[in-house]
């Protein structure tokens, strides 16, 4: 990234900082984190890690926070019964709920100065966007989780409204289980407009020893958004942990997870699918770090690209030396469809101890023909047939949320993303 680029969001940060709430983040940690990050320096497309992702909007970002809005909201998701949801407008919480018994959840933006002493940001360098957020953040979600709480559920709405001129929205959360604790949360990212939009985001999950917390994560931003996204997550011992991630919007879209497992048997279940189309780029980079023994993570993948569109996962397993007993399975594929389209998958695994069972396998390549062929021999539509293929290579992911009214959901969106949609949704 350009001196030139670095240099105004200096710029943008000394004209923004004295407006920022210190109860979001303390002053002392902004000034830090963006002298980090411009140390650094913003992501580049040379790098490795970043290569399949598109940094162009980075050079002509606005990366001061959009000012808060008094306009009514626009048509939401339909909320989920029994779920309390919260909704955060460029960053800012709009409107909240009553939380479930044992759950406490607060907005950092009318705490104390106190409250903004946590942090999002991991040493991995993929994570650094996370300093973007620590410097700019207006608001942060704040969910603590004790003990007694079994079965509750959160819903988070982060809508970006306000375009690039306006200035960058920051959604950030905190999630902390206590030992013992189950929680289920349902993280939604929505756009509007046609401007241009940039969303820097940032999540924190803490898991006590044998808490269990299962994280969707949905990503459906507006058509001309660049979504930036970082999630460090913790286990204890025994600590459980299931995220499933959809991603459909956005022009660019980059999500980096840095999970560190460092308590004895302590599991990881990473499961997400991605649908690329015109000139889209879906991007995920995935690090499971085991630091303790009997620990496992499966990561499961599915993308789909069609147009011009690029989708990407590298997904890491990195396994310590005191990890062993180690058990982690990978499963990434990737679907073409269109002359032009792009899949990359890169699973990676670093083993520094014996006592492990580890596997991975990626493949890549179009719709199978003998089963193409087997449905349009047993009458059905070619449109309806190659609509059938690719929903059911993405039913490896979608079949693993157990919530019905959010897969049904999910499932009517990922058919109005796909060209065939007509000629399937009478199917669901």
Known sequence: MSAAVLTRLRDEYGAARAAL??????????????EMLCAQGLPAGREENWRYTNLRILDRARFTPAQPSAEALPPLPEPLSGFARYVFVDGRLRSGATAPHGVTVRSLLSGSAADGTWRLASELPEARLALLNEAFATDAA???????????????VFLAAAGADSGASYPRVRLALESGARLTVVERHVGVGEAP?????????????NAHLTHY?????????AWFDTLTAELAADARYDLLAVGTGALASRSTVHARLTGRAAQLALSAAALGAAQQSQDMYALSEHLAAR???VQTFR???SDRSR?????????REQAAGTDSRQSLRGLLDGAQAEIDLRPQLEIYTDEVRCSHGATAGKLDENMLFYLLSRGIAPEVAQHLLKWAFLEDVVAKIELPQLR?????????????????????
């Not at 996962?313 to 990195?318: L, S, V, Y």
């Open 311 to 319: 989708v990407a996962f590298n997904g890491k397993i990195a396994v």
């Open 408 to 428: 049904r959901q999910i499932e009517h969106g990922l058919v109005g993303r796909m060209s065939e949609a007509v000629a399937l949704k009478e199917l669901l």
């Open 197 to 209: 939009t940039l969303v820097n985001s940032a999540v924190r999950v803490e898991l006590a020893p």
């Open 142 to 156: 704040c969910i603590e989780v004790r003990s007694e709480a079994a079965g509750a559920g959160i819903e988070l």
């Open 303 to 305: 993308g789909i690209a």
């Open 217 to 225: 994560r949905l990503q459906h931003c507006a058509a001309r958004t």
């Open 21 to 34: 709430p210190g109860s979001v983040i303390d002053a002392r940690r902004r000034s830090e984190a963006i």
């Open 295 to 297: 620990t496992s993570t």
